[in-house]
């Protein structure tokens, strides 16, 4: 059992290493760093760390190599372990296959040298990917069969978690449109509200401000009403507070993209925020929902007995 849950953490912190990673291979301009080469890099499974591109693009690669391996272990143990939660084993080959999926398409990435469109959908799969890690490590840890829910919470925090996605998303596609910073002015846009839709990545930009204030009024939304149900919710209203005020913080880095002009750390820190910040609603939202109650119903109790020869 304590092995199954370790297994969970550490996939899922693995995950988020990896997507932030991932972040930091896009910000330093990394992501053909092996060439076109994969799962070699350039021709050789372990190269010669020459140039730090080379080595950021390396790393990435490996981290996701140990997700892979995590995983694998993961479903074993769920099968070992967990043989009587169906939800557990379902979510944990989920995940598999997700991570498999996650690895085909950075290949595709690479092939396709970094199509915008295709590194959208690479993070997209790495989103769901750490969403179903979430719900498997907060089920093995959950022990009360009879935890208050609130699908209406749990609905409200979903559909702040998939505005987040969106923005995250519509931000990925922006990296993959501009070489630079479209605009040097914020929150204004060449000092007006609404600049000239010169280009699509100008219209990107455009889209990502707007939808940022939008999926903001959602969260805070969302955060708000777990905090009325605090005494009842306790958990899901802790992870409301703590995505409202990570919303407030990804703002703030946001201004910073712009003000130094796509500084690396800040983009890596810009990502890695925003996946914290999907990453607490995915949490709210499974901490709310009775799906939660039922697992851990399947876990806790007892396992049935044999009938014995002979009895009546």
């Not at 021709?43 to 730090?52: A, D």
């Not at 967990?82 to 379902?90: A, D, H, N, P």
Request: hydrophobic residues 55%.
């Amino acid at each position: 059992m304590q092995r199954f849950r370790n297994l969970a953490i550490a996939s899922t912190v693995a995950t988020f290493l990896l997507i932030t990673v991932g972040g930091l291979v896009r910000a330093t301009k990394s992501g053909l760093g092996c060439g076109t080469d994969w799962p070699a890099c350039h021709g050789k499974l372990v190269p010669s760390l020459e140039t730090r591109a080379v080595v950021i693009e390396f790393s990435h690669r490996a981290i996701a190599g140990v997700v892979v391996v995590l995983v694998v272990l993961l479903v074993l143990a769920a099968y070992r372990y967990e043989r009587g939660s169906s939800r557990l084993k379902r979510a944990s080959v989920g995940a598999l296959a997700l991570v498999l999926g996650q690895a085909a398409l950075g290949a595709v990435v690479v092939k396709l040298e970094l199509d915008a469109e295709s590194v959208v959908l690479h993070l997209g799969t790495a989103m769901a990917l750490l969403a179903t890690l979430l719900y498997v490590t907060i089920a093995t840890h959950a022990t009360e069969p009879e935890a208050p829910s609130d699908r209406a919470l749990s609905r409200l925090s979903a559909v702040a978690a998939g505005a987040v996605l969106a923005l995250l998303l519509v931000g990925s596609y922006l990296s993959g449109l501009a070489e630079g910073s479209v605009f040097d002015d914020w929150p204004l846009m060449n000092g007006r509200l609404l600049p000239t839709l010169s280009s699509t990545a100008v219209v990107a930009h455009v889209v990502h401000r707007y939808l940022a204030a939008l999926v903001g009024v959602v969260v805070v939304a969302a955060a708000l009403r777990a905090t009325r149900l605090k005494q009842r919710l306790p958990i899901p209203a802790r992870y409301g507070r703590v995505a409202a005020g990570m919303f407030a913080v990804e703002v703030a880095i946001g201004a910073l993209n712009v003000w130094t002009n796509l500084n690396e750390v800040v983009v890596t820190l810009h990502l890695a925020t925003g996946a914290a910040i999907w990453g607490s609603l995915v949490a709210m939202t499974v901490t709310a929902h009775p799906t939660l109650a039922r697992a851990t119903s399947e876990r806790t109790q007892p396992a049935s007995q044999p009938a014995l020869e002979g009895t009546t």
